[in-house]
T-cell receptor, first 113, second 112 residues
Framework: KAGVTQTPRYLIKTRGQQVTLSCSPI?????VSWYQQTPGQGLQFLFE???????NKGNFPGRFSGRQFSNSRSEMNVSTLELGDSALYLC????????????FGAGSRLTVL | GESVGLHLPTLSVQEGDNSIINCAYS??????FIWYKQESGKGPQFIID?????DKRQGQRVTVLLNKTVKHLSLQIAATQPGDSAVYFC???????????FGTGTRLQVFP
């Protein structure tokens, strides 16, 4: 079955703009989480959604937001972009349950100029 | 966000040798641990996991060891191959959540 699909794969924005990233989870997976990966800070948790509800949020400013739709697809939005937001944004999906496996997508690479 | 440091340690091994990648985790309440492999241009790929009620788990060519006393996790790769070259991350999780805390990562380089 198809894996986690993230779009767009690459994008370039300028400071002050906003961006929306999309994630389609594996069919049947109802949990979606987002991570930011940078060379300096590594992989950091952004948020987690299950059945359209945010279950957990990482330590990021309010400029970072997300949502999940009834078909489990998810979007994340970053407003008022800063240079430091340049990163690889990874989406992962799981079927939930203890010791379930998170499957990651290839990521959306955002460059802020 | 949680800081995972600036430096990416590198392990260089010869093809055919065994590799051992180490990780210190942070939360004694974590009950589930995972190793991921990330190749250039790709997202992290699941390798193997282990629950806190176990101290060893084996997969195909890979073994994960968990020492809860010192909060240490290791990944052993037998007969390392060029295709094993990648960055390896350990991750920990506590409870019924998809929030993972990732380690810094280790770059594994395999040379002929």
């Amino acid at each position: 079955k198809a894996g986690v699909t993230q779009t767009p794969r690459y994008l370039i924005k300028t400071r002050g703009q906003q961006v929306t990233l999309s994630c389609s989870p594996i069919s049947g997976h109802r949990s979606v989480s987002w991570y930011q990966q940078t060379p300096g800070q590594g992989l950091q948790f952004l948020f987690e959604y299950f059945s359209e509800t945010q279950r957990n949020k990482g330590n990021f400013p309010g400029r970072f937001s997300g949502r999940q739709f009834s078909n489990s697809r998810s979007e994340m939005n970053v407003s008022t972009l800063e240079l430091g937001d340049s990163a690889l944004y990874l989406c992962a999906s799981s079927s939930k349950g203890w010791a379930n496996v998170l499957t990651f997508g290839a990521g959306s690479r955002l460059t802020v100029l | 966000g949680e800081s995972v440091g600036l430096h990416l340690p590198t392990l260089s091994v010869q093809e055919g040798d065994n590799s051992i990648i180490n990780c210190a985790y942070s939360n004694s309440a974590s009950d589930y641990f995972i190793w991921y492999k990330q190749e250039s241009g790709k997202g992290p790929q699941f390798i193997i996991d282990i629950r806190s009620n176990m101290d060893k788990r084996q997969g195909q060519r890979v073994t994960v060891l968990l020492n809860k006393t010192v909060k240490h996790l290791s990944l052993q790769i037998a007969a390392t191959q060029p295709g094993d070259s990648a960055v390896y991350f350990c991750a920990e999780r506590g409870g019924d959540t998809d929030k993972l805390i990732f380690g810094t990562g280790t770059r594994l380089q395999v040379f002929p």
